[in-house]
Each structure stands twice: as C-alpha cells, then as structure tokens.
C-alpha cells in the first residue's frame, strides 16, 4: 500500500478512502487467517506481534533456571576428586533432580525462585522486542529486496539473528540481574532488586550491567537465527499433522529450540560465568569461580581445567527448560496472534476499524 508524500496536498473523497483501507485491510487479514503458507512475520500488526510475544511468561520453569545456572557455574565435578581441592565450601551439585533437592533443603522452597523477578520482567521484554524486530526486518528484507526476494531459509536466519541481537542487547542488564540473583545461596549478596542496580552501578558503573554481553550476542545471533530457520521450515509442515489442539506450532518450538541450544551451549555457559564477574564473584553459593577475561580467554581457562565437558554443564537441564518454553512461547504466539486477528476482523466487519 503507498501513500502520497506528507507535503503533497490532494483533495480526495474521505469516505471513499475509509471504504478503500478498509477493503484492503480485511482482505490482508483474510490472507493471513486463510492458512495459505505465509511467513510467521507476515501475520498481523507491530501491535500485534507485541502483545502476543510479551504474553509468553514463563513462571513455571523458574526452578530449572536456577538448577541450570548453578550448574554452569560449577567449576568443579563430583566424579572428579582434585576439581573439589579448592571448593571454599562450594555445594557441589550432579543432575537437575539432587540439585532441586539440595536447594530445597538448604534454601527452602523460595530458593528455586531466586532471580524470578528480573527474569519475568526480561521475557516479557525481549518477547515484545524480539517478535517486534523480527517482523521489522522481515518487512525491510522483503522491500529491500524487491522481486529478487532471498530464500526464505536465509531470510528466516537473518531476522531472527537480527531479531535476538537487538533484543538481547536492550534486555541484558535483566539477564545479569537474573543470573546474580539465582547464583546467590544462604548468603545474600542482594537483599532486593532496588539494592542490587544500585550497588552494581556504584561498585561497577554501566559496564557492570553488561559483564558477558559480548558472549551474550555471539550467543543469540546463531541461536536465534537457526532457532526461526528451523521453526519456520518445520511449522507448516507439522500443522498438516493431527496433533492434539493444534500443536504442531509447539512441536515445531521444542525441536528449532534443542537444535539451536545444543549448538550454541558453550557461549552461553561463558556468558553466566562472566556475568558474576566482579567484586562479588566470591560471594555466591560457589565461592570458587575463578577470575575470567574476556569471551576467548575463558573459553581456553575453561577447556584448560575442565575440559570440554567443562563447556557444557546444565546441557540437559537447559534443553528440559528450553524446549517446553520454546514450545510455549510459540503456541502461545500463534494462538494470541489469530485471536487477535479475529478481533480485528470482527472489528473491520461491523465498520468499528
């Protein structure tokens, strides 16, 4: 749809123009509700799309969070008697199931919960960002483009790289919140939210808020953009399927998410362990965590001590986590983004548009 240039005067019949828009309009909505093989980012509005991603609120899988970054952060290993020479009274944690118990009895229940707060306030944003940014540069790729448009595998990758970069970059200062608060034991080195971004600022000023971003970004680009490749060769063909409640957006989730996570496992185990870097390093319930610098300097520290394993501790309870919050988040988009499409539909048939 064009329009004439904001200078440009023109005198036109103004209900001709309501009665053109919308036309057009429920007949772009009519395409999108009619299943005809359109892209993900090609239904519905930037309103839309945000409302729909910020929807996806994952509260149920808050404890597997937390066993999840406790294990990344665990230098030393159980079935590795000289790792333990220097645990300065380290738990030391083996599998997601006697990590929740551990927690539980040395914490209590609250304990699986910690870092909760930032981490809601962090997928709420980074949904509406993500899905938001996705559909931007989707638009943009597609204008730039013209009628040489790319492949739709490279143009599903490049959004979403896009599309993760942007978002986790404007959320990362939740993200380090979150990892802080969930890699605190029985000795609080937060009391409080509100405490937490002050001491950070004042102890370490604006860099404190971005420790790991780097690792963070070269994270998300890869994981994001095959994450969406992936997603999006897999939905269309998976919702032919009759799976139970139109599943097949969800099914499409959980495998782009194991996928994409187990490639990408490293950089983010590197980024939790530089995000508690600093004068509190030695505070949190592992009291070992050396000092890292920089991604590649803690990629060769970790390989050096640990060995490869040492790269992907909490792989398995972070494909547990990521799958059914992938799946979730995707169900849940594409069954929001259809009810509000017929909203809007209902809307543009009774003339309230």
Request: aromatic residues 8%.
């Amino acid at each position: 749809m064009s329009f004439p240039h904001p200078r440009q005067t023109i005198k036109v019949d103004q209900p001709s123009i309501n009665d053109t828009l919308s036309a057009r309009l429920a007949s772009e909505i009519t395409k999108c509700m009619s299943g005809s093989g359109e892209h993900l980012k090609d239904e519905g509005s930037k309103t839309q799309v945000v409302i729909a991603g910020a929807t996806a609120v994952r509260f149920v899988i808050a404890p597997l969070d937390v066993v999840k970054i406790r294990l990344q952060l665990q230098t030393h290993s159980l079935s590795d008697p000289l790792s333990q020479l220097d645990l300065r009274g380290s738990p030391i944690y083996k599998g997601t199931l006697p990590t929740i118990k551990h927690i539980l009895r040395e914490e209590g229940l609250t304990g699986l919960w910690k870092g909760n707060i930032p981490a809601e306030l962090m997928y709420v944003a980074y949904g509406a960002i993500q899905f938001t940014a996705y559909r931007t540069i989707t638009l943009a790729l597609q204008s730039g483009f013209g009628e040489h448009r790319l492949p739709t595998s490279a143009e599903s990758f490049i959004a979403g790289a896009g599309a993760g970069a942007i978002a986790t970059t404007a959320t990362y200062p939740l993200d380090v919140l979150r990892t802080r608060f969930a890699a605190q034991g029985t000795d609080k080195v937060y009391s409080s939210l509100f405490q937490s971004i002050r001491d950070i600022a004042r102890q370490e000023g604006p860099r404190g808020f971005f420790q790991g971003v780097r690792a963070g970004i070269g994270q998300i680009i890869p994981y994001m953009g095959i994450f969406f490749a992936t997603y999006e060769a897999l939905r269309l063909p998976l919702g032919t399927l009759d799976l139970p409640l139109g599943s097949g957006d969800a099914t499409a989730g959980v495998i782009a998410s194991v996928i994409s996570k187990t490639g990408v496992f490293p950089l983010d185990l590197i980024k939790k362990r530089l995000q508690i870097q600093g004068p509190t390093r030695s505070k949190y319930v592992h009291k070992n965590i050396p000092v890292y610098q920089g991604v590649f300097k803690t990629f060769r520290h970790i390989i050096k001590s640990e060995g490869p394993r040492g790269l992907y501790r909490g792989l398995t309870v972070s494909l547990i986590k990521a799958a059914p919050a992938s799946a979730v988040t995707m169900w849940t988009y594409e069954r929001v983004l259809n009810i509000l499409l017929e909203m809007e539909n209902t809307a543009v048939g009774a003339g309230e548009f």
